[in-house]
């Protein structure tokens, strides 16, 4: 059977976009549609945005600690619309990269919902196109649940471009995305209290650096609220949200951001017409080739449940695309995929924490430092930083890195790759440090600690 295209990819997400443009380069005709964001999630209510939000919320700490260093000068105005439209124009102008990126790669796009018709039909705008094989790479969508006051919340879709800064915010939530969040509007001067349900935030990461992190957000001065949830909120007359909690207690904000978790964005997609299955949580079961239950159906990215990162999915739709249309191997390596909490101080992690590690290995090492950074012995600020390395004792692998602390991001990405290349502990002690720098502490631990 003759198609419209070798390949057609529902999602212009970091994902999609990657896998488009290597399929074409292979020979492949491929088209792509898009009913919302050029980019996806990253470019425009993710990543992007949120690290521009974060550089803009760390300049109060910076215009503190720099009268320690003797810069005297008034306390100065934040003016929330010129963040947030300058912010805009900057998204825009990524937007019309991506088209022109897209298009200039012989990438036919489509604006539009695409909906499934059956194993190789999809119908855009009412029209439908034929493919030999289509890519599913809408990425994820926010999740909020029902609760009394629901429509009265916003979540991270339109965080970053309400119409008035909110002076007082409720963050609900316990995720990288609550927290990330509770930073940036606590540093942009709101009042931020941050609720969640469990006993302490970022499950899953390991809990000396969420102990160690939920200590240093508590300094910066938000409102950490554990054990805490929402049982309904009403708007009152005068439009400000009243906030009521399990406790019997209520909180009184401005608006209520809900960053309870993200949700595969399969509405309107035909999911019914195909034999997709899904996961027991409501994602796309996948194979190791990205493969659907449909043999001509393939998916990626968020809407799999992996691993939410924009390289991961950009790492998949580069395989994806190698090993359909350039005879490569398929395989995407999981293992010591670092990661960063935009938090305030932040928090990078590479390889396992120290429960996995205890969990996976009989003979765990840990080294542990914790200091007050050299900036800050002027500054006056009593943030501290915390680093600290797992290594297996029986063979000097390393197998974990954690840090908190400024710039912890940047570090980890080199970390990252000696983790990747399989560094044992004497590798990082006989590394000559960069001094004076932060970064050096990962290579002059010697002591083991025991708790």
């Not at 919320?57 to 910076?62: D, G, L």
């Not at 929402?230 to 005068?238: C, F, L, N, P």
């Amino acid at each position: 059977m003759k198609y419209d295209y070798d390949l057609f990819v529902i999602g212009a997400g970091s994902g999609g976009v990657r896998a488009s443009r290597m399929a074409v380069s292979f020979g492949a005709k491929v088209a792509l549609c898009e009913d919302r964001y050029m980019g996806g999630t990253c470019v425009n209510v993710g990543c992007v945005p949120k690290k521009l939000y974060v550089y803009a919320s760390e300049y109060s700490s910076h215009f503190r600690d720099g009268k320690g260093f003797g810069w005297q000068s008034e306390s100065p105005q934040f003016d929330w619309p010129t963040l947030r439209d300058h912010k805009t124009t900057e998204i825009s102008r990524l937007n019309g990269i991506y088209e022109t990126m897209l298009e200039g790669a012989g990438v036919e796009v489509i604006h539009g919902r695409g909906k499934i018709v059956d194993a190789h039909t999809v119908e855009v705008n009412g029209k439908k196109l034929t493919a030999e094989r289509l890519l599913i790479a809408v990425g994820g969508w926010p999740f909020v649940p029902d609760i009394i006051g629901k429509e009265h919340v916003i979540s991270s879709n339109e965080v970053f471009d309400l119409e008035a800064f909110p002076k007082r915010l409720v963050v609900v939530g316990g995720g990288y995305i609550a927290v990330e969040f509770a930073g940036i509007f606590n540093g942009l001067g709101a009042e931020v209290s941050q609720l969640y349900r469990g006993e302490l935030f970022l499950r899953g990461f390991d809990n000396e650096i969420r102990q160690f992190a939920a200590e240093e957000i508590k300094k910066k001065g938000t409102d950490l609220r554990f054990n805490c949830d929402v049982t309904s909120i009403e708007k009152q007359s005068d439009g400000v949200l009243k906030v009521n909690l399990n406790d019997g207690s209520f909180i009184v904000a401005d608006a209520v951001l809900y960053a309870t978790g993200r949700k595969p964005h399969l509405r309107d997609l035909g999911m019914k017409n195909v034999d997709i299955k899904l996961t027991d949580r409501g994602y796309i079961e996948v194979n190791e080739q990205f493969q659907t239950s449909e043999p001509s159906i393939y998916a990626l990215g968020d809407v799999t449940g992996g691993m939410e990162l924009t390289p991961v999915a950009l790492a998949e739709g580069m395989a994806l695309a190698k090993a359909l249309y350039n005879n490569e191997s398929c395989k995407v390596d999981y293992s010591n995929i670092a990661t960063t909490v935009f938090c305030q101080p932040n928090i990078g992690t590479v390889g396992l924490s120290e429960e996995q590690a205890r969990a996976d290995y009989s003979n765990v090492i840990k080294y542990r430092s914790a200091f007050r950074a050299m900036k800050h012995t002027i500054s006056g600020s009593q943030e501290r930083t915390l680093m600290k390395l797992l290594v297996d004792g029986d063979t000097d692998k390393v197998l974990g890195a954690h840090m908190v602390g400024p710039d912890a991001g940047e570090i980890m990405q080199g970390l990252a790759i000696a983790l990747k290349a399989g560094a044992t502990k004497a590798d990082f002690d006989s590394t000559i440090g960069i001094h004076p720098t932060a970064a050096e502490e990962f290579v002059t631990m010697r002591e083991p600690v025991s708790d």
